[in-house]
């Protein structure tokens, strides 16, 4: 990286606009594909894979043959081939089209619930970063201690208590990763809150809340669009997981683990492809959220990639 | 060794909280959540005398702070209190249970490092390369594998497909379960019994399984061996080796991997967790007799007790490993004081 760039992205910003700051980000990525090579070409490929889950999201009526639900689309069972590319499931129901459908349940939980844990997270971790004291202790070794639990564990506990459904679902989803988003803003908050410009804010009187939400905050953003992102794809593989062992949804909606879970029955005669292709949408679409974030990783925090 | 000691004794007493605040956690989600363990469990219809009746049976009924300090008793003493459908003690099925669950584990573990520290290393030795970009890539998509279904592959390729290896259990029926009673590992029973037979039959079912979990966890062993491989290789000893006209593989894979070892044994510690979860779903798909698939029958049973002593050692293994994982890494790294 040449002196000059260092110049454009400062580390810390101390005025804060939405506008400023969205300039900021697509200065630095539309960049980057000159310094950065292949992790810019990580990112598009996500991107792009992100983009088409999306798509395949919100409009699966022009991808899909049939209806997800349809319980007469051929024979039972069969292999692919040219009318049911994914074949057709033990309810003559057409297998790619429950997976393009299935996107929107999958996206739509792990979407919700990673919003719904950042929400709860970011701000405890600013106010518990910043103001510190007691408080401070016991949030943070609370969520150590949620955190060094196995995520999938507990979220499997809340979802049995609360029974199936969409939305206690994305609530089990949430709670496991709010953890996640108080260390990382807490961690970078105290980091932050020694710096000058907090110091000379201080000292012109602005109030606590004031310099947390203009001064500190929008340096906080750039670490969090990356989690954010990595979280999603976490998210995905723990409500696949829930779905898959039975703790997710009614039947009737279309799922992706749920589908893997019962083709599971049918796998000891062979039939492959009720769980292959939902399995396969699943590492895609992970693996799409993931790049994006690693590929973000590189390119908004430089830091990183001097490793 | 002084400074040793007194890390040693700081850091178990830190356990104390943590395990305290995980058993609260446990307590808060099944007792305290909306969603009442007895209506559930007698269905919606029952009348109401029925449930008042069931509740003070189990204690249910008493103010929500006794019970609190009822449960945290009953686990001073190493009780998990009794099953709600089943006569037996919750502590019973775990025990029996439990010794499955640390096989695979253990297993998975193995497999892991196997396959994700020779791979991670590799690729920081070619860095940049097409080697190295594959590997790299393979630790991303490895990651992004639901373990089940990576699981259900395996079935399918050497169980349905080339019929080399059994899809499901511990051992095969025709093998005499009172081989069984020592210790619970299987692998160690069958050799302590002697018996070789049993031991290979017991070995073919592990191995899918904790071939599954390796596979699916190397993805994260390859990114940080190879992170940390990186590092290592810039330091100066490895250029004075290198300078020493040590030979390159010896300078890669002997004076780099060992000081990349430390982190890595962090991260075991860290990935045990994500190791257990990997569990529960691998003993759903293989069918596998652990503490996943007791948690799982027991939720479908509403079985709160049972569920709740599950999550309740899975919570205290997961402290003691970190703990333990700690100590080690204390002991091994002279720079870890306190």
């Known amino acids: 990286m040449n002196k000059t760039e260092k110049k454009n992205t ?19 990525v539309s960049k980057a594909h000159k310094t950065y090579g292949l992790e810019w070409w990580i990112m598009i490929a996500g991107i792009v894979i992100v983009l088409f889950m999306l798509y395949m999201a919100f409009f699966p009526q022009t991808i899909a043959p049939f209806s997800a639900l349809d319980q007469d689309t051929g024979p039972q069972l069969s292999a692919p081939d040219k009318t049911h590319i994914f074949g057709t ?42 103001f510190g004291g007691a408080l401070d202790r016991i949030l943070s070794l609370i969520m ?57 804010a201080h000292s012109i009187g602005a109030p606590n809340i004031i310099i947390l939400i203009k001064y500190i905050f929008p340096n906080v953003i750039a670490t969090v669009v990356v989690v954010f992102s990595l979280n999603i794809a976490d998210a995905i593989m723990t409500e696949a997981a829930l779905s898959y062992i039975g703790l997710g949804l009614p039947a009737g909606i279309p799922d992706w683990g749920m589908d893997i879970a019962i083709g599971k029955s049918f796998l000891p005669s062979g039939v492959w492809w009720m769980i292959t292709f939902p399995g396969l949408a699943i590492i895609l679409l992970a693996l799409g959220f993931t790049m994006l974030g690693e590929g973000l990783a590189e390119i908004l925090n430089p830091r990183l990639l001097e490793k | 060794m002084k400074g040793l000691l007194r890390y040693a004794i700081t850091r178990i007493l830190l356990t104390i909280p943590m395990i305290f ?34 509740k003070e049976e189990l204690g249910l009924n008493k103010p929500i702070i006794i019970q609190y300090f009822e449960y945290l008793g009953q686990l001073a003493r190493f009780d998990l209190g009794e099953s709600m459908v089943l006569k037996q003690k919750v502590t019973d099925p775990i025990k029996e249970k439990l010794p499955a669950t640390i096989e695979l584990t253990l297993w998975g573990m193995f497999f892991t490092l196997a396959i994700g520290v020779p791979l991670g290393a590799y690729a920081a030795n070619k860095r940049r390369t097409g080697r190295d970009f594959g590997i790299r890539l393979y630790g991303n998509v490895a990651y992004c594998i639901p373990v089940y279904w990576m699981g259900l592959m395996m079935q399918l390729v050497f169980g349905v497909w080339l019929k080399w290896l059994p899809i499901a259990g511990r051992t095969s029926p025709r093998i005499m379960s009172s081989l069984f009673s020592n210790t619970g590992f299987y692998l160690i029973d069958t050799l302590l019994a002697g018996n070789l037979r049993a031991f290979g039959d017991v070995a073919v079912h592990l191995l899918l399984p904790s071939l599954t979990l390796g596979i699916v966890l190397s993805g994260v062993f390859v990114r940080l061996t190879r992170a940390n491989m990186l590092d290592v290789l810039k330091s100066d000893f490895i250029l004075a080796a290198r300078a020493r006209g040590v030979s390159e593989k010896l300078v890669v894979y002997k004076h780099g991997l060992k000081n990349a070892f430390i982190p890595i044994l962090t991260m075991l510690g860290l990935q045990f967790a994500i190791l257990l979860a990997g569990a529960v779903l691998t003993e759903t798909t293989f069918s ?35 703990l333990l994982v700690d100590l080690l890494y204390a002991a091994v790294d002279p720079r870890v004081k306190y």
Request: cysteine-free; overall charge positive; glycine content about 8%.
């Open chain 1, 89 to 130: 499931d033990n309810l003559k129901r057409d297998v790619f089209s429950r997976v393009v459908f299935g996107s929107r349940t999958i996206l739509g939980v792990a979407f919700s619930a990673a919003l719904l844990s950042s929400i709860i997270g970011i701000p405890l971790g600013l106010f518990s970063g910043y």
């Open chain 1, 144 to 200: 150590d201690s949620i955190y060094s639990f196995p995520g999938l564990i507990l979220a499997i506990a809340f979802a049995a208590m609360l029974g199936p459904g969409v939305i206690n679902i994305t609530l089990a989803v949430s709670v496991i990763y709010i953890p996640t988003y108080f260390r990382l803003v807490r961690g970078q908050v105290l980091t932050l809150k020694e710096e000058l410009y907090v110091e000379a």
């Open chain 2, 21 to 54: 605040i995980l058993l609260t956690v446990v307590f808060l989600v099944l007792r305290v959540m909306p969603g009442d363990p007895v209506s559930a469990m007698l269905g919606a219809h029952a009348p109401e005398r029925v449930i008042e009746e069931k």
């Open chain 2, 288 to 322: 596998w007799p652990g503490m996943g698939r007791l948690l799982m029958e027991r939720i479908y049973l509403r079985d709160y007790p049972t569920v709740q002593g599950v999550i309740v050692v899975f919570a205290i293994m997961v402290s003691v490993i970190s």
């Open chain 1, 10 to 28: 400062p580390v810390v910003e101390a005025r804060f606009s939405p506008a400023s700051l969205l300039r900021k980000i697509i200065g630095s």
